[in-house]
């Protein structure tokens, strides 16, 4: 039985429709990515998982328990880390630590091998209320807690926003090696980047989950023959490109845009249709599509 | 699971929040203090339709007519015509009781023998303000009865009219103050703050987190309470204790009785608190919840500062919903007149009720979930 389970799970706020008709499953030692922007409605899936909300319509369950019925149970075994802080701030690092290890009816002590590698960066800070800690500090206690009663299925919601580029290696990091200890990590990130060093994602948009795969297998599936093209005139260029027939589409993607054509064109083919003179710098060259180009055009298509 | 344990542990974090939250110490401890000195202030009252009991000794057509005058003007609604001395205490014990008037036997013949007759009026000077306010309206009344009675003739002063303030003989306005900013005291720490520090969960996100616990929500609410429980019976002690030494207020019933009937009232509070807190989203809400919802009537309406009696009747309706309207007139009863639980069954048995009433709300409103 898969650690995670959700089929056909809808959900609604008054008007606005957050998830339509989600499913998907996680396996136990598989770090699985949610990928979309704000307002996807990731963060009620993670409250539906974690018993925190209720459904509308589908089923899910959570370390083989279903989150209606059995959430008592699903509450025991799951570690839950919501996107925004939600720790103590006015006690120390080792007082929040300490607490949810008591309300969870364990010790420091007897789970310390599982946090030690996460508690270890933050033990010297550890008489610092935890509103005092930098971004990456807080996630790592964040994380340090949800971990300390030994979870089956973690749900980490946002891990990394408002964090470092150092500290979210890190943070990456420490997942890999909970995976290994046979936990069930659901992850969620507005970040296409961090999309990569899942073992699976699904990219989710508007309540509606576009594609569940592995990031490879997702980023091969992008349907058309890409080019990066860079020049003194993006903004130009990039109006000039979209009223050109071989366009499919034409992004900007920070100091490039990524071209998209309808069928695959020699880089020269596609200079000769541009003038040139306008473009000094002009600089074209096949790539290969990653998660953010094929998330754009699914959700182009939507 | 150990619950000692970790309902120990809940506590222990609520203390920490406590101490390291220096507004929540100021309204812990600055506030009672403060406002037992505020009110030290003499408020005035306004009455109407007060109860008055009558011992009439004469039995004439003389004292039939001052007390036809006397009850004639509305102020005054006549209770009970007692019949001995001994029965004068119990209307005042029981608090159905404002004002007792006593007329002499020879009433009637001392007025129009001597041209000068003796009147007693008995007041409940554990309302000093009340009853100041009744002595001068009976006074008032008496001497009409006198201008009507004689008036061609100008003799001034006819009846001495001797008047007593049982429980408190020198009629200090902290007799009053002091049962009314306990009670207002134990209401603000025990609702108020608790509401609070719920939303404050809610309102951190912690409360979400504590939900995907194995906690039971019994145990939270517990364990967010007693700290509370405990900080506000400090708080009941504090006040008696001032008004002991700084006001002279003392307690002349049990001890033990007035702190187990500041301990069930503070329960009240609490269940009161938790209440809100269940309908409150964020700490602002809870807090205008309180003030408007609780602080305010308990104020206002509670018989604290204006007697409940002249209130139009929708308000002392309410006046009657309001737990701390109980608690003041028990304070009343125990600190003040000395008396014992007999006499004042029926206002603990409705914070009892209203305790009942409370949780079973909360326990129905209670979110296991976030919605």
Request: charged share 20%; glycine share 6%.
């Amino acid at each position: 039985m898969p650690a995670i389970e959700v089929n056909n799970t809808s959900r609604t706020y008054g008007k606005v429709q957050a998830l339509n008709s989600i499913s998907l499953s996680v396996e136990y030692g598989e770090l699985f990515g949610l990928i979309g922007p704000d307002g996807a409605g990731k963060s009620t899936l993670f409250r539906i998982l974690t018993t925190l909300l209720l459904a509308d319509t589908g089923t899910a369950s959570v370390a083989g328990h279903d989150v209606v019925q059995s959430y008592r149970q699903i509450r025991k075994e799951v570690g839950y880390m919501p996107g925004r802080f939600s720790l103590y701030q006015d006690l120390t690092v080792e007082e929040n630590l300490r607490f949810f290890a008591t309300i969870f009816n364990t010790t420091i002590e007897e789970n310390y091998n599982l946090i030690k590698d996460i508690y270890e960066q933050i033990e010297p800070f550890k008489k610092r209320p935890a509103g005092k800690l930098s971004g990456g500090m807080k996630q790592k206690l964040a994380l340090s807690c949800a971990l300390i009663h030994k979870p089956k299925v973690l749900f980490l919601d946002e891990p990394t926003t408002g964090v470092d580029a150092v500290s979210r290696q890190e943070f990456w990091d420490m997942l890999k090696n909970l995976k290994e200890k046979g936990i069930a990590i659901l992850v969620s990130t507005p970040y296409m980047d961090e999309a990569s060093l899942c073992d699976r994602i699904a990219l989710i948009q508007s309540g509606k989950i576009l594609q569940t795969d592995t990031p490879e297998e997702i980023v091969k599936s992008y349907p058309s023959p890409l080019y990066a093209i860079r020049s003194n005139n993006n903004y130009e260029l990039l109006k000039v490109l979209r009223d050109k027939n071989y366009t499919k589409s034409a992004l900007p993607f920070g100091e490039y845009l990524h071209l998209a054509t309808h069928t695959s064109m020699g880089v020269d083919e596609i200079i000769s249709t541009l003038n040139t003179g306008n473009y000094p710098d002009l600089e074209i060259k096949p790539i290969k599509p990653d998660i953010e180009d094929l998330f754009l055009e699914l959700s182009r298509e939507v | 699971m150990n619950m000692i344990k970790v309902f120990w542990a809940f506590i222990q974090k609520e203390v920490y929040h406590i101490l390291r939250d220096r507004r929540t110490l100021l309204i812990l401890f600055g506030m009672p203090i403060a406002q037992v000195l505020i009110f030290g202030f003499a408020v005035t009252n306004e009455f109407k339709n007060a109860n008055i009991d009558i011992l009439d000794h004469a039995k004439d057509q003389t004292s039939q007519k001052l007390i036809r005058h006397v009850t004639s003007s509305g102020h005054f609604k006549i209770n009970r015509m007692l019949l001995a001395e001994h029965e004068m205490e119990s209307g005042f014990k029981s608090g159905k009781t404002d004002l007792i008037m006593v007329i002499p036997a020879d009433f009637s013949k001392d007025l129009y023998t001597w041209d000068q007759a003796e009147i007693q009026l008995i007041a409940d000077g554990s309302d000093p303000n009340m009853a100041n306010a009744l002595e001068q309206y009976a006074k008032a009344m008496i001497n009409g009865f006198l201008f009507q009675e004689f008036k061609q003739s100008a003799k001034p002063y006819l009846i001495g009219i001797e008047t007593r303030m049982l429980y408190n003989p020198l009629l200090e306005s902290a007799y009053n103050f002091i049962p009314g900013t306990i009670a207002l005291i134990l209401l603000i720490i025990s609702a108020m703050m608790t509401s609070l520090t719920i939303a404050r969960e809610k309102e951190q996100g912690t409360m979400e987190i504590l939900l995907v616990s194995p906690l039971p929500p019994l145990l939270i609410i517990l364990g967010k309470v007693a700290p509370y429980a405990i900080l506000s019976f400090i708080d009941a002690v504090l006040i008696l204790i001032m008004g002991y030494f700084i006001f002279d207020v003392p307690v002349t019933g049990s001890v033990i009785l007035l702190l187990l009937l500041c301990m069930v009232y503070v329960i009240t509070a609490l269940s009161l608190g938790t209440l809100i807190s269940t309908t409150s989203e964020t700490q602002q809400d809870a807090m205008m919840k309180s003030l408007i919802g609780l602080l305010m009537p308990s104020t206002l309406l509670s018989g604290f500062i204006f007697p409940l009696t002249s209130m139009p009747e929708i308000l002392q309706y309410i006046g009657h919903i309001i737990p701390a309207t109980y608690f003041i007139e028990i304070l009343k009863g125990v600190m003040l007149r000395g008396v014992g639980i007999e006499y004042i069954l029926f206002e603990v048995g409705m914070l009892l009720f209203m305790i009942v009433a409370f949780l079973t709300l909360t326990w129905k409103k209670f979110k296991i979930r976030l919605e």
